[in-house]
């Protein structure tokens, strides 16, 4: 990779250890993906935020690096792992919170905005078509990059952070025009809901390079949209997909029933459950708004977890939306996520009903709970009264 | 060239192979190094001290955390070799300083689990 003057000083040292550091990782991403050089990015989006995820050693690499970092372009952050406003509901231990308010103050320190959420294309303004930007986060890379036509790589935690911290990233396949997977998945099911296409997303993620073309996927909302991307995301490596009418050129594999029920009996691991959650992605503007709709005059049958973000709970609450869900009995978290909570315990719950797939892949296998797969409109169907 | 350095350096060990992607995030516990995803086929194995290799990282973009928190308690594997790049992977290597090869299918292929070798990217070599 050919790195300018400015660069390559900054690699041997010369300009601070941060910016080694942050130009080492630049460089072996860069290597890995064969880039030729590294490309202003305006927006980093940061991953590695909740203390149940990154530890004592990210924790203690963030308040080292803390101490003379600052970001250089916009930077948005993940979601950690609680809602302050309610964490005392919850059973979690002092060594907990005070570990992740030391994550918090770190990124607060390097001049991050703390917006807290892994759907940051619904909460902040979308640049220009072909912006380059640097999203960890598996899921809005691959929404970005495929439903906002901006350009990232699928970045790591510390990628976006090296991104964030120099305003680049290596010239990778994705950020190029190179718009020709040489796989097309064939969605054989009509009228997929939002769990289905969650399922094709993990079903794509596993056998798809960096990128996939999926036929036979016409209109999608915005909650089968973000639940394919999180299903991509989980499973494979895989940045983008078009959706597109077949290509006679690539591979063709067929995503049918028989592969669909696949998904599912990997995924869902029990048929009952004593909490509900929706949101991994974290829930946005109009999905509260149907989700208040669909759920008048009723309410749940057990505990319901509802994440978003803090920007879009606080505009629920002025149009109404977070009354109706107080009243069917949903606890309402912000700034926080279902993948790796803190907040369900193995201790307490034996099983997790959810539409999330994402979330349920992160359910089993790190909080160790079972986890009961349903679509939202068969939760609320048969999970209120 | 059959193989590519990622991140220099030497280690020594033994191979522990498998022909499943990781998502270390989710199937690698982040102190002890024990895969903890019972559908994967190192179900209850350490890496600690290993040479893995595996095809490629998948998932979470924190699992670059996973690997850099691995090396901290001192549970990292000594030196990983894949097929493809995966981001999380190689930043979590190259933080941690563990040394990252990508090498070619039928390299890939000619490495055998539990086999006693050294990967030594300044001679670019694995004997």
Known sequence: MELTKEEEAALKGERGETLQLAFRILVATGEATDAEKLVPIEWAHVSGVNYNTIGDAGEEFLSNLSKNAKVKVKTTVNPMGYDIDNVSNYNLDEQFIKKQESIRNSYEKIGVTPSFSCIPYEIFDIPNNGTQVSFAETNAAIYVNSINHLKTNKESAFSALASALTGKSPYSDLRKNLDSPNLTIRMKLENPNELDLGMLGFFAGKIADSSVRISGVNDMDRRSCKSLCGGMGTSGRCGKFILEKEDNHSEKVDFDKKEMQKVYDELNTIDSSDLITLGSPQLGLEELSDLSMMLKGKSFKKRCMIFCPRAIQNQARKLGYIKELDHAGCEILSDCCTCLTPLIDKKDIDGVTTNSIKGAYYLKNSNGVDVNLKSLSKIIHEETK | ?127
Do not use: W
């Not at chain 2, 516990?29 to 350490?46: C, L, V, W």
């Not at chain 2, 300083?97 to 490495?111: A, N």
């Open chain 2, 1 to 127: 060239m059959t193989l590519k350095i990622i991140v220099k350096g030497k280690a020594k060990g033994k191979i522990m192979k498998s022909n499943n992607p990781i998502n270390f995030l989710g199937a690698v516990d982040k102190k002890t190094g024990i895969i903890r995803d019972n559908k994967h086929d190192m179900f209850q194995k350490s890496l600690k001290g290993s040479i893995l290799v595996f095809p490629h990282g998948i998932g979470s973009s924190v699992g670059a955390y996973t690997i850099y928190s691995l090396k901290s308690h001192n549970s990292a594997p000594a030196a990983m070799i894949c097929t493809k790049a995966d981001l999380s992977v190689v930043s979590g290597c190259a933080l941690a300083d563990i040394p990252l090869l990508i090498v070619t299918q039928d390299k890939y292929d000619s490495l055998k689990d539990g086999k006693e070798i050294t990967v030594d990217t300044y001679s670019e070599k694995i004997l």
